[in-house]
């Protein structure tokens, strides 16, 4: 009896049966191809090519991606910051929650021989979280102030009520605090610019019970707290393509949609950063952005149609968020969100399920 000898050709194929596959591989792990033959990974190699910066938070987002003319971005979301990997250096490109804030007079000296400052900022938005979130003041007009200089530059946010916080100068950073105060309690810097990046999330799930569960102003003082806990999700970053920019979203509900634009980053890489879509559409395509959904969990891009889409929302005319609503905007538009018959908008409340916990594309059509 003669033997017959069977070679599959290289290759996995995924997208037909068993059956219909034939003499070819349909499932494979961890194996590579290598002159038409199988063989198995021969483990992992470290990436060492941003090994003299500093990564700071716990990642979980890596997202691959080129502009129109093939230069290659790699953007990692963290539970503190948001970098970009370009040309093999990491930059820290954490989006702009706010546009500049104009305050005047906002800093105040602690008490005599020190060199505390607090800012006074009504309604700042800064989340007292651990580590403390960021903010960037960008220019002061009058110092020093009582003995004590504050230079422009980035700081960490010690939130003491939603009015104020006091400032520590970031490691390695532009900003600095010199000097002590001589008679304490005085307050100047006079016309100051500031702009707050996003807020810090949570590195690890976790059930919280009691007092102190949550963020700061989450609920009314004296408020009991139900007996179930709040459940405090990880930072999740999703990011997806717009063209050669990026759009992303921390999830969860807690923040609106981000925009990244590459071009503007390649043009001045070290101080580019991403901001919020509301604020990129007012100050670049000079249109109304009001009805961009502000809470938004997942997002991504349909394909082949382009609709902006995110999975878990507040729905149109509503800033309550709604974990089981799927909403886009117009087709090949940023800012066009509410519902008309002269564009494509619209959402999609669920039928059943209690959260939105993922979404993905597959071809022609986004998976729940």
Same mark, same amino acid.
């Given at each position: 009896?003669?033997?017959?000898?069977?070679?599959?050709?290289?290759?996995?194929?995924?997208?037909?049966?068993?059956?219909?596959?034939?003499?070819?591989?349909?499932?494979?792990?961890?194996?590579?191809?290598? &002159?038409?033959?199988?063989?198995?990974?021969?483990?992992?190699?470290?990436r060492?090519?941003?090994?003299?910066?500093? &990564?700071?938070?716990?990642?979980r987002?890596?997202?691959?991606?080129?502009?129109?003319?093939?230069?290659?971005?790699?953007?990692? #979301?963290t539970?503190?910051?948001?970098?970009?990997?370009y040309?093999?250096?990491?930059?820290?490109?954490?989006?702009?929650?706010?546009?500049?804030?104009?305050?005047?007079?906002?800093?105040?000296?602690?008490?005599?021989?020190?060199?505390?400052? =607090?800012?006074?900022?009504?309604?700042?938005?800064?989340?007292?979280?651990?580590?403390?979130?960021?903010?960037?003041i960008?220019?002061?007009?009058?110092?020093?102030?009582?003995?004590?200089?504050?230079?422009?530059?980035?700081?960490?946010?010690?939130v003491?009520?939603?009015?104020?916080?006091?400032?520590?100068?970031?490691?390695?950073?532009?900003?600095?605090?010199?000097?002590?105060?001589?008679?304490?309690?005085?307050?100047?810097?006079?016309?100051?610019?500031?702009?707050?990046?996003?807020?810090?999330?949570p590195?690890?799930?976790?059930?919280?019970?009691?007092?102190?569960?949550?963020?700061?102003?989450?609920?009314?003082?004296?408020?009991?707290?139900?007996?179930?806990?709040?459940?405090?999700?990880?930072?999740?970053?999703?990011?997806?393509?717009?063209?050669?920019?990026?759009?992303?979203?921390?999830?969860?509900g807690?923040?609106?949609?981000?925009?990244?634009?590459?071009? =503007?980053?390649?043009?001045?890489?070290?101080?580019?950063?991403?901001?919020?879509?509301?604020?990129?559409?007012?100050?670049t395509?000079?249109?109304?952005?009001?009805?961009?959904?502000?809470?938004?969990?997942?997002?991504?891009?349909?394909?082949?149609?382009?609709?902006?889409?995110?999975?878990?929302?507040?729905?149109?005319?509503?800033?309550?968020?709604?974990?089981?609503?799927?909403r886009? #905007?117009?087709?090949?538009? =940023?800012?066009?969100?509410?519902?008309?018959?002269t564009?494509?908008?619209?959402?999609?409340?669920?039928?059943?399920?209690?959260?939105?916990?993922?979404?993905?594309?597959?071809r #022609?059509?986004?998976?729940?």
């Amino acid at each position: 009896m003669p033997y017959v000898k069977l070679t599959p050709p290289a290759g996995v194929v995924t997208e037909i049966t068993d059956y219909q596959a034939g003499m070819r591989y349909t499932d494979a792990d961890k194996v590579r191809f290598r &002159f038409d033959q199988p063989e198995k990974i021969g483990g992992w190699q470290k990436r060492d090519a941003f090994s003299s910066a500093t &990564f700071s938070g716990v990642n979980r987002n890596i997202f691959p991606h080129r502009d129109l003319v093939g230069t290659k971005f790699i953007s990692y #979301g963290t539970s503190t910051h948001v970098y970009t990997e370009y040309s093999n250096v990491l930059r820290d490109v954490t989006p702009f929650r706010t546009d500049t804030q104009a305050l005047t007079n906002p800093f105040t000296t602690g008490s005599a021989g020190t060199s505390t400052i =607090l800012v006074t900022d009504t309604a700042h938005g800064v989340a007292d979280t651990d580590p403390e979130s960021r903010v960037i003041i960008e220019s002061i007009a009058t110092m020093p102030l009582d003995g004590v200089t504050v230079t422009a530059g980035e700081y960490y946010a010690d939130v003491q009520s939603d009015d104020t916080y006091y400032i520590t100068a970031v490691a390695g950073g532009t900003g600095s605090i010199t000097g002590t105060a001589s008679a304490g309690a005085q307050t100047g810097g006079g016309a100051t610019n500031v702009r707050y990046l996003v807020n810090n999330g949570p590195a690890d799930g976790l059930t919280g019970y009691g007092f102190g569960t949550g963020l700061w102003g989450s609920a009314s003082w004296g408020t009991a707290r139900s007996t179930s806990g709040v459940v405090l999700s990880p930072r999740v970053w999703t990011m997806d393509s717009w063209g050669e920019d990026v759009i992303a979203s921390v999830g969860g509900g807690e923040d609106t949609i981000y925009y990244f634009d590459t071009s =503007l980053f390649k043009a001045t890489p070290a101080s580019t950063r991403g901001t919020t879509l509301a604020y990129y559409v007012t100050n670049t395509l000079s249109a109304s952005a009001a009805d961009i959904p502000t809470k938004v969990g997942a997002v991504l891009v349909s394909t082949p149609d382009r609709h902006l889409t995110v999975f878990g929302c507040n729905p149109e005319t509503s800033s309550t968020y709604d974990r089981t609503i799927v909403r886009w #905007g117009s087709q090949e538009s =940023l800012y066009e969100w509410a519902t008309a018959i002269t564009n494509t908008a619209g959402s999609q409340k669920l039928g059943t399920g209690t959260n939105i916990e993922s979404a993905a594309k597959g071809r #022609g059509q986004m998976i729940l």
